[in-house]
Nanobody, 122 residues
Framework: QVQLVESGGGLVQAGDSLRLSCAAS????????MAWFRRAPGKEREFVAA????????YYADSVKGRFAISRDIAKNTVYLQMNSLKPEDTAVYYC???????????????WGQGTQVTVSS
């Protein structure tokens, strides 16, 4: 089993920055992918960013490209999401997820965290 615990959410103003963390514990593998998804009120869950754990290759949704950055600390088994220039439309519950390969669809990920709320006021 793998446990994922997110932290770092909060209430910020438009234009501010925030960094989310996701610590993984339990059974791990040398090759997998980590991702961030989000769900805004009344909307479907959407892909935000992903990273290949071994190579560090990153992938982003167009809506966050240039503003968000995903990274990982292998020694700490932790993935981060640095969010800059936040907008009110970034308001959502953010979830980290682990899968066997990088993908933009939630079905490809088999472990999920409990989520952390990010609220951006205008």
């Amino acid at each position: 089993q793998v446990q994922l615990v997110e932290s770092g959410g909060g209430l910020v103003q438009a234009g501010d920055s925030l960094r989310l963390s996701c610590a993984a514990s339990g059974r791990t593998f040398s090759s997998y992918a980590m991702a961030w998804f989000r769900r805004a009120p009344g909307k479907e869950r959407e892909f935000v960013a992903a990273i290949n754990w071994r190579g560090g290759n990153t992938y982003y949704a167009d809506s966050v490209k240039g503003r968000f950055a995903i990274s990982r600390d292998i020694a700490k088994n932790t993935v981060y999401l640095q969010m800059n220039s936040l907008k009110p439309e970034d308001t959502a519950v953010y979830y980290c997820a682990r899968g066997q390969k990088v993908a933009a669809t939630a079905d490809e990920y088999d472990y999920w965290g409990q989520g952390t709320q990010v609220t951006v006021s205008s």
